[in-house]
């Protein structure tokens, strides 16, 4: 059972997968932190507040004793465009990515097959021809 166990989990598209995942992982945050400290000021600048927290406030909450307010409701759309946007430039990464490596694999199909040169039979048929001389 640990041998099958083994062969599975080193079966080539299974580490290639778990590669992929974990770059991708890597690459999220990289995105989100771009995103976060780059892209949402800028666009914060145009509402003159941080992007991610934009929100429209449903109902007004009430100050507390420690000068915290609670109570409020809001709908956090800022928080929300910026996984959006997060989002985008992922998943137009990985699509480059993909459409790269299906042009390189159609590169690889297209080449033509080298030529396996005569075939047994046709080597037995010139051994017979070249022995009846």
């Not at 430039?89 to 480059?96: D, E, L, P, Q, S």
Request: glycine share 10%.
């Amino acid at each position: 059972m640990l041998k099958e166990f083994k062969d599975f989990a080193m079966k080539g598209n299974l580490v290639d997968i778990a590669v992929g995942f974990v770059m991708g992982a890597a690459f999220n945050k990289v995105v989100a932190s771009f995103t976060g400290g780059i892209v949402s000021p800028l666009i914060g600048l145009i509402f003159n507040a941080d992007f991610k927290d934009l929100k429209y406030i449903v109902k007004e909450g009430a100050m507390n004793d420690a000068g915290e307010k609670v109570g409020e409701v809001a709908v956090l759309y800022g928080e929300f465009l910026t996984n959006v946007i997060d989002f985008i430039i992922v998943a137009f990464v990985m699509f480059m990515i993909v459409k790269g490596v299906n042009k390189m694999k159609k590169k690889e199909e297209e080449a033509p097959a080298p030529d396996p040169g005569p075939s047994e039979k046709d080597l037995l048929m010139e051994i017979r021809d070249a022995l009846k001389k």
